[in-house]
């Protein structure tokens, strides 16, 4: 089992910042890949944001490309998403997420709320 708790979601004005993280605990970090995924009411839960084990690959949903920065510290066990230039559309719950490739297996955590205001 891998518990992933979030942290850093909130209320901003259009063209703001937030930086949401997420912690998890209870396997190892480094063997999972971490994303983001967000939803809003009634939508299916949307990519946002992935970054792979070790290396440091990334990968974005083009809605928030060059806008977004997903990072991971192992030796912290957090990955974290840096939202820059949020837009209204933005906003969402925003869902932290461990994936397994080896074994196909998903952790999520239990998601923060994004709000951008126009």
């Known amino acids: 089992q891998v518990q992933l708790v979030e942290s850093g979601g909130g209320l901003v004005q259009a063209g703001g910042s937030l930086r949401l993280s997420c912690v998890a605990s209870g396997r190892t970090f480094s063997n999972y890949a971490m994303g983001w995924f967000r939803q809003t009411p009634g939508k299916e839960r949307e990519f946002v944001a992935r970054?792979?084990?070790?290396?440091?690959?990334?990968n974005y949903a083009d809605s928030v490309k060059g806008r977004f920065t997903i990072s991971r510290d192992n030796a912290k066990n957090t990955v974290y998403l840096q939202m820059n230039s949020l837009k209204p559309e933005d906003t969402a719950v925003y869902y932290c997420?461990?994936?397994?490739?080896?074994?196909?297996?998903?952790?999520w955590g239990e998601g923060t709320l994004v709000t951008v205001s126009s």
């Open positions: 997420n461990a994936h397994r490739a080896a074994y196909d297996i998903d952790y």
């Open positions: 970054v792979v084990r070790n290396n440091g690959i990334t």
